[in-house]
C-alpha cells in the first residue's frame, strides 16, 4: 500500500468541511481548492500559488512538479490579470491549466480559487 501524508494549513473551512490542504499518494500530490485573501484578482492568484507552494514543499516537492492547475474565478473578464500573476510562477513550468468562470466562491470578497496537481 502507497504511504498517504496529508498537509493542513488551518484554515477554518478544513476542519468544518473534513479535507486536507494537500495530499500526497506515492509520487502524486493534488492541492485542495485554495483562497487567499487580497484586494484583487491579481494579489489573490499570487496569494494562493504561495499557499500552494508551501504546501509543496512541505511535501518534498516544488512549484516544477505542478502539472495541472485548475484556477476557478467570479468574472472571466479579470483573466488577464489571472493569467498574469500565474504566468509570473509557471512561465517555463507550463503546466496545463483550466480558467472557468464560476457564480460565487467561498466568501463574495474571494475572486480566485485554484485547485494543483503535482507529480514527483
Excluded at 110 to 117: A, Q
Aim: contains cysteine; hydrophobic residues 40%; glycine residues 8%.
Amino acid at each position: 500500500m502507497k504511504e498517504v501524508k496529508k498537509i493542513s494549513t488551518g484554515a477554518p473551512w478544513e476542519d468544518i468541511v473534513g479535507y486536507s490542504r494537500a495530499i500526497k499518494i506515492g509520487n502524486t500530490i493534488e492541492i485542495a481548492g485554495t483562497t487567499s485573501p487580497g484586494a484583487d484578482e491579481y494579489e489573490q492568484t499570487v496569494g494562493i500559488i504561495k499557499i500552494a507552494e508551501k504546501a509543496l514543499n512541505d511535501l518534498g516537492a516544488g512549484l516544477d512538479n505542478v502539472v495541472r492547475t485548475r484556477m476557478y474565478c467570479t468574472d472571466i473578464n479579470k483573466w488577464e490579470t489571472i493569467g498574469k500573476a500565474h504566468g509570473e510562477f509557471f512561465k517555463t513550468i507550463k503546466p496545463v491549466t483550466t480558467l472557468v468562470e464560476v457564480s460565487n466562491l467561498i466568501s463574495p470578497d474571494i475572486y480566485v480559487e485554484i485547485e494543483f496537481s503535482a507529480v514527483l
